[in-house]
């Protein structure tokens, strides 16, 4: 591991992954000491997905009971951003670093960011929304326009924005799913959602708040999305002025994916991301969708 991603892995676990949504919310166990809770919305009906023809004719790659049968006695062996086979970076044989966006929706945190999104699309720049289901039932008018948009991807940030466990830990005080069928929800029932509204179903999931178990991370893959996480957490979850996103996203290094938010407008996002993007290209750098790098990886 990285002297920097070592670096960033402390700053997470400090609760700088923040900014979900507001102050009514559910507590559970922390992810460590004294981290504050970025905001789930704990008392949300939970929306699971049949297991139904998608708006592409197709199945579900599996069941929810193949899943519950296949991994329901799975034990986890690891917690945090490092299971196996999750997405930390791009191919480094380029100068390329993708922007990803999270949208979280809940109480506190369906705001829509309209000046970053300008910004992005005045300056060309593409970039990956990770979007919420609770988001998109927010914002369906905002989120058809962003589907439409050929700079952006939709992504997969889970149905009720659990970190992804299949004990039911918790991080920055979200309670994670409870089991390998509460995983199959919180994936399939956004899968779900957004195959019937952009007609294919997504190709990345990232959890709330980035954490899952190994067991977890198996069920995205069978699911057939890949999990991706970041290596420069950009805006700290929406809680660093303009001056800390501009530092620490024009700090980022080829190969580099960015997480910040696209629901927190009161934020300092919008404006760190407009000083940081002209010092990167600056560079040489060349920003890209997910889709567009990791295709071949």
Do not use: K
């Not at 949300?44 to 592409?56: I, K, L, M, W, Y």
């Not at 690891?78 to 044989?93: C, K, Y």
């Not at 069978?222 to 979850?237: A, H, I, K, P, T």
């Not at 580099?256 to 696209?262: E, N």
């Amino acid at each position: 591991m990285t002297a920097g991603r070592r670096a960033v892995l402390a700053a997470m676990a400090t609760g700088l992954l923040a900014g979900c949504a507001g102050p009514d919310r559910d507590r559970g166990t922390p992810a460590s000491p004294g981290a504050p809770d970025p905001g789930a919305d704990a008392g949300a009906p939970t929306r699971t997905a049949p297991p139904a023809p998608t708006a592409s004719g197709t199945l579900p790659p599996v069941t929810r009971e193949e899943i519950v049968a296949r991994y329901g006695r799975s034990v986890p062996h690891s917690w945090g951003f490092d299971a196996p086979g999750v997405v930390h970076s791009l191919p480094r044989t380029t100068r390329d670093i993708a922007l990803t966006f999270d949208a979280c929706g809940g109480r506190g945190g369906d705001g829509y960011d309209r000046a970053l999104l300008d910004f992005l699309r005045a300056r060309h720049i593409p970039a990956t929304l990770f979007i919420n289901s609770r988001w998109i039932d927010a914002n369906p008018a905002v989120f058809h326009r962003l589907a439409a948009d050929p700079l952006f991807e939709i992504a997969n940030h889970g149905t009720r924005h659990r970190p992804l466990s299949v004990t039911g830990r918790s991080a920055y005080g979200i309670p994670g799913t409870r089991g390998a069928g509460e995983v199959y929800d919180e994936i399939a029932g956004n899968r779900a959602e957004l195959t019937r509204l952009l007609g294919t179903p997504p190709r990345f999931f990232r959890s709330g708040t980035a954490y899952c178990d190994d067991v977890a991370a198996r069920i995205v893959t069978d699911l057939g999305e890949r999990f991706v996480s970041f290596s420069v957490n950009g805006d700290g979850g929406a809680t660093f002025t303009a001056e800390q996103v501009h530092t620490t996203v024009a700090a980022a290094r080829a190969g580099s994916i960015v997480l910040c938010h696209m629901n927190h407008p009161e934020g300092g996002t919008a404006r760190g991301i407009a000083g940081a993007v002209p010092r990167l290209l600056a560079r040489g750098h060349r920003f890209v969708r997910l889709s567009d790098a990791l295709h071949r990886a």
